[in-house]
């Protein structure tokens, strides 16, 4: 979970403020202070009050009522209306829109491949462009071992998965990114996931670490390891 979403969270945690921007929402329409007060019943000045944390925290917007409305007297007022994004809380973390973009992305590719080929071939897109990204941004140089185990799990863990060092030599994802269609479908699901950070290592230029699939119990199917070192247990599944 991101700061912005934990500071969302907290601030729907009071009653009368998670009323007012569920009432922001259906409106359908810009809402007033005097609107958010009778709705909730309380008074306008806690409204204000309570509409502006509600700025603060990224869940809704503000602006004076346009020109073109405006009264011969008095102040134009304040309005109030939802941001256009979704708020999302999950722990652990999950990327659902991530596996949906891959797999929109092998769906629309032309590759005489199978489906599931396709869908891999986007996942390791995916995680080659993060890692160029990454690459241009930091500019780490030639990466030893332990620097490329360092710099991927920076990377994966700012892009919301939840990597740790149980071991030297070797990071994890603690939990999976993909869960539950890991649980419906294991071998494709992890077959994405492993493609993905493979390819996240290939934009890195980690050539001294590579992604190998090695399930274990509860936690997601892929680790990065020193390069040469694989796992001798097989695929059995996925984590949670």
């Known amino acids: 979970m991101n700061d912005a979403a934990i500071v969302a969270l907290a601030a729907l945690g009071d009653e009368s403020r998670r009323r007012m921007f569920e009432f922001a929402r259906r409106a359908g329409r810009p809402i007033s202070r005097d609107d958010a007060a009778a709705e909730v019943g309380i008074s306008r000045k806690l409204a204000a ?40 809380v999950s722990i652990p973390p999950r990327q659902p829109d991530l596996l949906a973009e891959i797999l929109l992305d092998g769906a629309l590719s032309d590759e005489p491949v199978s489906p599931l080929e396709s869908a891999r071939r986007a996942a390791f897109r995916r ?17 030893s071992a332990e620097r490329a185990l360092t710099l991927s799990e920076a990377t994966l863990s700012g892009a919301g998965f939840e990597p740790v060092r149980p071991r030297p030599g070797c990071v994890r994802l603690r939990s999976c990114p993909f869960h539950p269609l890991a649980e419906a479908q294991p071998e ?53």
């Open 49 to 88: 009050f309570h509409l502006e944390r509600l700025v603060e925290a990224g869940l809704l917007r503000s602006h004076f009522e346009h020109v073109a409305r405006l009264r011969k007297v008095g102040r134009a007022p304040k309005l109030y209306e939802p941001v256009g994004t979704d708020l999302r």
């Open 127 to 143: 995680g080659e462009r993060l890692g160029e990204q990454e690459r241009a941004r930091s500019r780490p140089g030639r990466l």
């Open 188 to 240: 494709a699901v992890c077959g994405f996931n492993h493609a993905f950070v493979s390819g996240l290592l290939s934009g890195l230029e980690a050539n001294t670490v590579e992604a190998v699939l090695d399930p274990d119990g509860g936690e997601c199917c892929v680790e990065i390891t020193a390069a040469g070192i694989a796992s001798d247990r097989g695929f059995e599944g996925s984590g949670q």
